[in-house]
Structures are given as structure tokens and as C-alpha cells.
């Protein structure tokens, strides 16, 4: 007999979805920051509008400024809230991430700047879009913001 995973539906099928557009998010700007790229087309297949502009502005920022990142960050996302509740289009995200091993550095594989990494608290939008669900507004807070 063959396995296979259980099929999620309703609540659970939302909020794999929901976390799924948020990790995978995170994984196409890594790649691209680690890259040194700007504005990655697989960006778009998971982040939209406020939170779209803010990564790509971010990589954009990086590569005028010559540094890249090197390592991953790692995630801890929880899906807070999803409205309304008998058919989500809207879900909130609240993460705690911990980019200690996720740094700026310079061509020359030195440090770019003095600032470690460390814990920061990470909140996000996740709106439902006829493409599929899509980050729409991220916020990254200092380090330290989160235990």
C-alpha cells in the first residue's frame, strides 16, 4: 500500500497554505539576497503589494550598497488569526526570527557592518489572491524584539 500524507481541509488546509506563502516568502528572498539579486521573480509567488516593495527595495539596497547575505535565518512562524473564519481570505503571522546566522557581507567576504544578528519579532499580512495566498504586509523588528 502506497503512503500518503492525510489530506488537510478547512482550518488546517488554510493555515498550512498561509504558513506555506510565509516560509516560502522567506526562502525566495534569502536566495536572493544571498545572490546579491534584485527583485527575483519568484518573489512574486508568494509576496504581494506593501510586503513585495519592502523585500525588493531591501535586496535593491544591498546590491547598490555591494553587500550580500550569507547563512539562513530560521523561522518559528504561527498563524495568529484568519478572517473570516468560515472561508479565510485574510490571515496575521507572527514569527520569531533569528537571523544570527543570516549576515551582511562585503565582496571580500568580510563583515559588511558591526551589527549581529539575533531574534526579531516578525509580523505579516497573508491575503488570498486569485494567484493563491500572498504576503501583503510584513513588518521586521530590531533585534531583541522577540524572547
Same mark, same amino acid.
Given at each position: ?14 493555515? #498550512?497554505?498561509?504558513? /506555506?506563502?510565509?516560509? @516560502? ?7 536572493? *539576497?544571498?545572490? %546579491? ?20 527595495? %531591501?535586496?535593491?539596497?544591498? #546590491?547598490?550598497? @555591494? &553587500? ?5 535565518? #530560521?523561522? *518559528? ?21 533569528? /537571523? ?7 565582496? /571580500? @567576504?568580510?563583515?559588511? /557592518?558591526?551589527?549581529?544578528? @539575533? ?12 494567484q493563491g ?5 510584513i513588518g &521586521?523588528? %530590531? &533585534? %531583541?524584539?522577540?524572547?
Amino acid at each position: 500500500p502506497s503512503l500518503s500524507a492525510p489530506s488537510l481541509s478547512g482550518p488546517e488546509l488554510v493555515k #498550512q497554505q498561509v504558513l /506555506d506563502a510565509y516560509r @516560502g516568502m522567506w526562502t525566495a528572498y534569502v536566495e536572493a *539576497s544571498n545572490n %546579491g539579486a534584485t527583485a527575483p521573480a519568484s518573489l512574486t509567488a508568494y509576496a504581494a503589494d506593501s510586503a513585495l516593495s519592502t523585500l525588493n527595495k %531591501g535586496l535593491t539596497n544591498n #546590491q547598490a550598497r @555591494g &553587500v550580500s547575505t550569507k547563512g539562513n535565518p #530560521q523561522m *518559528s512562524p504561527t498563524m495568529m488569526s484568519a478572517a473570516p473564519p468560515e472561508a479565510p481570505t485574510s490571515a496575521k503571522i507572527l514569527d520569531c526570527l533569528d /537571523d544570527t546566522n543570516w549576515l551582511l557581507y562585503k565582496p /571580500d @567576504g568580510q563583515l559588511a /557592518d558591526n551589527v549581529p544578528g @539575533g531574534r526579531r519579532k516578525v509580523t505579516a499580512q497573508v491575503d488570498l489572491r486569485p494567484q493563491g495566498w500572498r504576503v501583503t504586509l510584513i513588518g &521586521v523588528q %530590531g &533585534v %531583541g524584539t522577540c524572547a
